[in-house]
């Protein structure tokens, strides 16, 4: 349960805002990737990084900004969001990328844009 | 189009009976499946996977999924539920996209429902 961290869990924030949000490994693991999860929706690949370089950008809008200073950090920089922005956003980290390895997922942040 | 589907949006099963809850997918290549469980205001936990080896793949809390080639599916099964499995269950298989890069895609998710 406390292999993959995610801060804050909750976030409220205004379409003019800037906030970001933190996602912190332990299990030594090289990958790790940025979800969001929608009601109704399957689960969106946002981002991966591998080795803290970023091998996969799914066509995610500009207003979102991946950072991952070294392989155990994570960090999805958010700036003038919209409203259909609000999802759960889920970070998780692998040994490799490769599709093998099992994710190991974070509790996520609830986001709700205002 | 490759894609992995969860037929049914809930499931309800009694406790102490077996539970079943489907998944079919459809890829190129060989397939490489999962299993997640996600219970409420937590992340997804794996369950188990299937790479290659035996059809019946044991996974972690008694669960276990039987890989079916012909039919394209990967079920998740419990011999007798139990009212904690109660959660969200989610379906992935690996796929590889334009760029020849190699990622989930995962089912909509199946609302498993066990009553005392």
């Known amino acids: 349960e406390t292999g993959v961290t995610q801060t804050p869990r909750h976030l409220v924030m205004g379409m003019t805002n800037k906030k970001s949000l933190k996602c912190e490994q332990h299990?030594?693991?090289?990958?790790m990737y940025w979800y969001k999860q929608s009601a109704k929706k399957p689960l969106e690949l946002m981002f991966v990084y591998s080795l803290e370089e970023r091998v996969e950008n799914n066509s995610v809008p500009s207003r979102f900004s991946p950072e991952c200073p070294n392989s155990s950090h994570l960090f999805l920089h958010l700036h003038t969001l919209q409203p259909e922005d609000s999802a759960l956003y889920l970070c998780?980290?692998?040994?490799?990328?490769?599709?093998?390895?099992?994710?190991?997922f974070g509790p996520g942040t609830r986001l709700t844009v205002t | 189009a490759q894609s992995v589907a969860q037929p049914e949006d809930q499931v309800n099963v009694a406790e102490g009976n077996p539970l079943t809850v489907k998944c079919t997918y459809s890829?190129?290549?060989?397939?490489?499946l999962f299993w997640y469980v996600q219970y409420p205001n937590r992340g997804l936990q794996f369950l188990l996977k299937?790479?290659?080896?035996d059809n019946l793949v044991k996974g972690s809390y008694g669960f276990e999924a039987e890989f079916n080639k012909s039919q394209t599916s990967f079920h998740l099964k419990k011999p007798s539920a139990l009212v904690s499995d109660s959660a969200l269950y989610f379906c992935?298989?690996?796929?590889?996209?334009?760029?020849?890069?190699?990622?989930?895609?995962w089912g909509l998710g199946t609302s498993l429902a066990v009553n005392p």
């Open positions: 992935a298989v690996r796929v590889y996209n334009a760029g020849n890069n190699r990622k989930l895609i």
């Open positions: 998780a980290s692998s040994r490799e990328t490769g599709g093998v390895d099992e994710q190991y």
């Open positions: 299937y790479i290659t080896g």
């Open positions: 890829v190129s290549g060989n397939p490489y």
């Open positions: 299990l030594g693991h090289n990958a």
